[in-house]
């Protein structure tokens, strides 16, 4: 089993970046493929972009393409997400995810408690 920690969410400007961390603990990292999802108000969680073990292969969502880029330190057993050009629409909570094997997608089995991002307009 594995925990998940997320941080580094706070109020941005439209434009502005962001940096997401997320910190695991209780396994080995490196056996789990990672992946963030957010959640707006009122709205379904949706995934937003994965990684694979190695972090050689990376998913995203078409709106955040370009701007978002997902990465991990196995060493560190950490997994970012950096956010650029950010957008009111991104604002939602934020979480990262674990499983072992499966869908980059879908069905991840750990889940943190997730960090709260709000952009301005």
């Known amino acids: 089993q594995v925990q998940l920690v997320e941080s580094g969410g706070t109020l941005v400007q439209a434009g502005g970046s962001l940096r997401l961390s997320c910190a695991a603990s209780?396994?080995?990292?490196?056996?789990?493929?990672m992946g963030w999802f957010r959640q707006a108000p009122g709205k379904e969680r949706e995934f937003v972009a994965a990684i694979s073990y190695s972090g050689t292969s990376t998913y995203y969502i078409d709106s955040v393409k370009g701007r978002f880029t997902i990465s991990r330190d196995n060493a560190e057993n950490t997994v970012y997400l950096q956010m650029n050009s950010l957008k009111p629409e991104d604002t939602a909570v934020y979480y990262c995810a674990a499983k072992r094997s499966g869908s980059y997608f879908r069905e991840y089995e750990y889940w943190g408690q997730g960090t709260q991002v709000t952009v301005s307009s």
């Open positions: 209780g396994s080995t990292f490196s056996r789990y493929l």
